[in-house]
């Protein structure tokens, strides 16, 4: 069972890949979506409320049924529904892909929401000249630059002509680019921001790290044997006391019986 | 409440508590790094969560297939990409098939293909084959809704797959489904292994929604004590966990399990079975390279604090 455009052969909801009415289609369904949101815009506070309720309840009831509705039991492909509940129990479980899928793209809006909101306030200190601007140019240069080599690499790999540029003998500018930002760059500082962290925690465990009360004390003695179990040579030794101690009330329980 | 700045301190209880940071920052950066340069073959005894992951990826069929969940960027590389070059080595030595996706970090499946390149040159120069993408490996890249994606692999796992491309070595994009790593596949129990290498939540992500498949984890050494309640459960079958879990995989890569010679590692558990390693070829990597300077590291850190609290508990009784 598939939903909407998934639907084969197609119905209203779709329509031949790359044909004249899938665009169409397109273009009125952003038209619509746009109205909406403008009509969203001027609606009165108490109905935009309701909308976003209704959503979020409805994006969450999904799921809500998917967990608590029976499931179907060795389902076989050609099985079909009996009645209304196994009906919906077949729907819920073909649909869960498909929801799936609209969270994943609903996720990367995010991103766009995410480049938005740094724009804005970037690009707004930078206008006005406020305090450390030149760290919000450094910052808006690097998004720049590396959406542009990012994307642009992308083009050309999806080019079935381009499979070259899998040997970097074969790069050019644009893959040079690329690759010194994000291996040379970005990683590389990833690695260094986050070897930084060490430092602050050893200066947090010598400063910070004090038996000030009962409690305290539990912490820091329970945090100092997981840091102590993460040492090998340490475990090892006391895996030996341990077999040790085994071993020796072994030798009593034999001695014991006997 | 912590001392910020060093004080005119005259007990040494006062000078204990008042050491400038630049010092601590310059003894431990000699710590960490001298070892480094002069490592000493340290004792060690695997754990059984070790000698369980290893023993079960040995189990897969040679040819066999797997999905790999890499969530791991190069802010964690210390133990995760030790981690994933010691899988990989197992997983290319026994020719198992894996299909590479990513739930925590956009950056993880470029971080991750990268890895796969190295171990894979690796090997060839060592006389292997080389891994190919799309014949031997097929990345489905990043999924950012983490939990409708893990549900969607446990019920229908080719429809997360479906639209996906991947680059063939010598062609253009094609469509991942007819990747020969799909081929046979329906459902996710037709999956021999899932195996996530994380140093994020996603761990609990995946075990929340994967029940048709067994699971095995590769974690950083701090997220050892809340995985090992689901190793001890049986949920993982085994766990990999830190600079340690590397080191044990790398001492079972050259020794194997129950195999007679001077370094022998038992295990009761499987007593009657004998499983192989690779001596000989090249199984040491990050976990034997930093064993040792992560013993000082941490020897450190609880020194700093013995000291620290020692400055107190002296200048506490002299104040009072």
């Known amino acids: 069972m598939n939903l909407l455009a998934q639907v084969d052969p197609k119905t209203f909801w779709n329509a031949p890949n790359s044909s004249a009415e899938l665009y169409v289609k397109l273009s009125l369904a952003l038209l619509f979506g746009i109205g909406l949101a403008i009509g969203l815009m001027f609606a009165p506070p108490q109905m935009r409320k309701m909308v976003i309720f209704t959503v979020t309840f409805v994006s969450g009831l999904f799921y809500v049924l998917f967990w608590l509705f029976p499931a179907p039991i060795n389902r076989q492909p050609s099985d079909a529904p009996r009645g209304p509940i196994e009906g919906l129990s077949f729907w819920i479980s073909d649909s869960q892909s498909v929801v799936a899928s609209l969270t994943n793209v609903i996720s990367g809006f995010l991103i766009g929401l995410g480049i938005y909101s740094l724009l804005r306030v970037h690009l707004g200190k930078i206008a006005k000249q406020q305090k450390d601007w030149f760290f919000s140019a450094v910052l808006v240069t690097c998004l720049c630059l590396m959406v542009f080599f990012g994307y642009a690499d992308w083009k050309q790999r999806l080019d079935p002509q381009n499979f070259i540029l899998a040997d970097p003998k074969n790069w050019g500018f644009i893959n040079y680019g690329r690759d010194l930002l994000f291996d040379g760059l970005l990683q590389n500082m990833d690695a260094g921001m986050f070897s930084i962290v060490a430092f602050y925690i050893m200066s947090a465990a010598y400063r910070a790290f004090r038996a000030r009360s009962v409690e305290a004390t539990i912490l820091l003695v329970t945090a100092l044997i997981v840091i102590l179990s993460l040492m090998g040579v340490v475990e090892l030794m006391w895996g030996g006391v341990m077999d040790g101690i085994s071993k020796e009330n072994d030798g009593l329980k034999a001695l014991a019986e006997s | ?320």
Request: net charge neutral; glycine share 10%.
């Open chain 2, 1 to 320: 409440m912590a001392i910020n700045e060093p004080t005119n301190a005259t007990h040494w209880s006062e000078k204990l508590q008042s050491v400038p940071k630049p010092v601590i920052f310059g003894i431990l950066l000699l710590f960490s790094t001298v070892p480094l340069f002069f490592p000493v073959q340290l004792p060690n005894k695997p754990i059984d969560a070790s000698i369980d992951f290893y023993a079960q990826a040995m189990k897969i069929p040679d040819g066999g297939k797997i999905i790999l969940c890499s969530d791991w960027t190069n802010s964690t590389r210390g133990e995760s990409k030790g981690e994933m070059e010691a899988l990989l080595r197992i997983l290319m030595r026994k020719h198992i098939k894996f299909v590479l996706l990513s739930i925590g970090d956009v950056q993880a499946p470029q971080v991750a293909k990268d890895t796969i390149r190295e171990v894979s040159d690796e090997e060839v120069a060592k006389g292997g084959t080389a891994y190919k993408e799309f014949e031997d490996f097929v990345n489905l890249g990043y999924y950012a809704a983490a939990e409708g994606t893990i549900l969607a692999i446990n019920n229908k796992v080719l429809s997360v797959a479906q639209g996906k491309k991947d680059f063939p070595v010598g062609a253009g994009p094609k469509d991942a489904l007819l990747s020969p790593v799909f081929s046979g596949i329906k459902t996710v129990s037709d999956f021999n292994m899932f195996i996530l290498v994380t140093a994020s939540s996603t761990n609990r992500t995946i075990l929340e929604r994967i029940t048709n498949c067994p699971m095995m984890y590769m974690v950083t050494g701090v997220m050892v004590p809340e995985n090992t309640s689901y190793y001890a459960s049986g949920q993982l079958k085994g766990l990999c966990g830190g600079v340690k879990g590397v080191f044990d995989l790398e001492n079972l890569m050259e020794y194997g399990i129950n195999n007679p010679g001077p370094h022998e590692i038992e295990s009761e558990k499987y007593k009657g079975e004998s499983i192989p390693g690779w001596p000989g070829k090249t199984n040491t990597g990050k976990g034997t390279a930093y064993y040792f300077a992560l013993h000082f590291a941490l020897a450190l850190l609880v020194v700093a604090v013995a000291i620290g609290n020692l400055g107190m508990f002296v200048a506490k009784r002299r104040s009072k």
